[in-house]
């Protein structure tokens, strides 16, 4: 058998969409995912583009409007090969600010806000207007899966990686079923990217995103989100989830506890109807969590890993990386075939980590 010439830990989003862009650039490539893939962080988010929300780290805004820009390709990319169209839900977003960064432009009176939305209750917010989208993430993972299986690369749940190490020009990367050779590895396992030490010494860890879905009361049409730094409702406004919304999000320090606690889910509730008192008469659909990757300065990390040739990583997309996808399959993909990168890695590389460690 032919040995591949990439290697991917994980089958989150991150995973698939370089997958399917090395497979695009003629490579083989095979992606590991130790449970089903898209079934971790990458379904539970909310599916917001948000490369302008104020809490985002200002180094991020170069590589989310990347993204931004390629999102049109990728999503046709994925219709292409599945036959699945992934409209976006919401094409604007009503942004609360702190007041001394509202300008008068920007701002919107409460005579705006009466008129885009009736139910809104802006007492203690002020709002801006953001041309942000926003997608189904659910609806993007079955149609990411289905381009991905109508493509050659070979995709395998419920096998981790277990270690892997450099030799010679290779890696060798070892798997429950076996061992497999290919010419590069890289690691997109999201949370668990450093959950074991033999797969990387990188500080990603675990927050935890609890959140909940409704049916949104007939009195309120809702076509774009609602966001304050500790509560966010996203309608959705086409496909099966239409006349639904996602209220969310709890940001938790807990390990890989996934459990979903009613109190929390009664308190982003409550946060929401100060918002839209109307949300009080919405029935609650579902509750879920996710763990999102993280790192200690709330950037990614992309890039080559120091000390461990052939290795790659890519992960720590945090509260962002449905938004991020596109530019990371972007450029990764330049960096695993020799390109120049599309847009400065500086800030998302590995070397950071490592920088006060004495050199060999
Ligand atoms: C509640 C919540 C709301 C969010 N909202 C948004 C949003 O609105 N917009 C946005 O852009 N982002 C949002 N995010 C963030 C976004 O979901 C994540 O940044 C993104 O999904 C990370 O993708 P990933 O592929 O790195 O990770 P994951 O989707 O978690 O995938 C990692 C995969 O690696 C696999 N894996 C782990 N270890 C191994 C191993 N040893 N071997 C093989 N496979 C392994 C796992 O099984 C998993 O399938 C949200 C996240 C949460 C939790």
Redesign the pocket.
């Known amino acids: 058998m032919q040995h591949p010439d990439v290697c991917i ?7 698939l969409s370089l997958a399917l862009e090395l497979h695009h650039r003629g490579y083989r490539v095979t992606v ?4 089903e ?1 898209l ?4 379904s ?7 490369a302008h929300d104020p809490d985002n780290p200002p180094q991020l805004l170069p590589l989310a409007t990347l993204s931004l820009s390629l999102y049109p390709d990728f999503l046709n990319r994925v219709r292409t090969l599945s036959g699945r169209h992934v409209p976006f839900q919401t094409h604007t977003t009503l942004q609360s600010v702190p007041l001394h960064t509202a300008t008068a432009s920007s701002e919107l009176t409460t005579k705006d806000l009466t008129h885009l939305l009736p139910a809104l209750t802006p007492r203690e917010h002020r709002f801006i207007l953001l041309d942000e989208h926003s997608l189904d993430p659910r609806q993007l993972a079955s149609a990411l899966l289905a381009a991905v299986h109508a493509t050659t690369i070979d995709l395998r749940p419920h096998t ?2 277990l270690s892997t190490r450099s030799i010679g020009n290779t890696v060798e990367i070892t798997t429950p079923s076996g061992t497999m050779h290919a010419a590069q590895f890289i690691n ?5 990217a450093a959950a ?1 030490s033999h ?1 990387l010494n990188i500080p990603v860890t675990p927050k935890k ?1 609890q ?1 909940f879905s409704v049916v949104l009361p007939p009195s309120l049409p809702m076509h774009f989100v609602v966001r304050t730094p500790d509560v966010y409702i996203v309608p959705r406004t086409a496909g099966p989830a239409a006349g639904h919304a996602i209220i ?2 709890t940001v938790e320090d807990i390990g890989f506890d996934k459990i979903v606690h009613p109190s929390d889910i009664d308190r982003l509730r409550s946060l929401a109807i100060t918002l839209l008192p109307v949300i009080a008469e919405a029935h609650q659909l579902e509750a879920w969590s ?4 993280a790192t200690p300065d709330g950037l990614p990390v992309l890039g080559a890993v120091p000390g461990q040739p052939n290795h790659f990583i890519a ?1 720590g ?7 991020l996808a596109p530019a990371t399959a972007n450029v990764m993909a330049q960096l695993i075939v020799g390109e120049a990168s599309s847009t400065d890695l500086s800030p998302f590389s590995p070397n950071r980590f490592f920088a006060e460690l004495p050199s060999p």
Request: hydrophobic share 45%.
């Open positions: 830990a994980g089958a989150g989003i991150i995973g590991f995912d130790q449970g893939p079934s971790e962080s990458s539970a988010a909310a599916g917001m583009l948000a981790p990686v997109c396992a999201g949370a668990w074991s797969l995103g959140m969310g999000a996710g763990l999102r990757p992960t997309h945090y509260r962002n990386g449905i938004l």
